[in-house]
Nanobody, 128 residues
Framework: QVQLVESGGGLVQAGGSLRLSCAAS????????MGWFRQAPGKEREFVAA????????YYSDSVKGRFTISRDNAKNTVYLQMNSLKPEDTAVYYC?????????????????????WGQGTQVTVSS
């Protein structure tokens, strides 16, 4: 059974930084692309960032590009999201997710339907 456990959320002032972590267990972590998504109240879940199974390729939404950095440590079965220059509009519940296909880095990498396991979410609140 796959488990994804996020940590690192919290309350921060605009312009500040947070680092989210997601610890994975249950299947061979290094075979799967990992993603971060977020969902604000009243809005749909949206793609934030993804990192390929080996860590060599990263993908970002336009809204976070240049401010957020996704990375992974396959030895620790953990994926990270470093968030800098945070804005109030970044306020949301952040979820990590594991891709449903081994070795996948295709065009669907930004789609929630391409991920089959999700963490419980961690709240990020950015005050103005």
């Amino acid at each position: 059974q796959v488990q994804l456990v996020e940590s690192g959320g919290g309350l921060v002032q605009a312009g500040g930084s947070l680092r989210l972590s997601c610890a994975a267990s249950g299947r061979t972590f290094s075979r799967y692309t990992m993603g971060w998504f977020r969902q604000a109240p009243g809005k749909e879940r949206e793609f934030v960032a993804a990192v390929s199974y080996g860590g060599s390729s990263t993908y970002y939404s336009d809204s976070v590009k240049g401010r957020f950095t996704i990375s992974r440590d396959n030895a620790k079965n953990t994926v990270y999201l470093q968030m800098n220059s945070l804005k109030p509009e970044d306020t949301a519940v952040y979820y990590c997710a594991q891709c449903n296909t081994v070795w996948y880095v295709g065009s669907g990498i930004r789609e929630p339907t391409k991920y089959d396991y999700w963490g419980q979410g961690t709240q990020v609140t950015v005050s103005s």
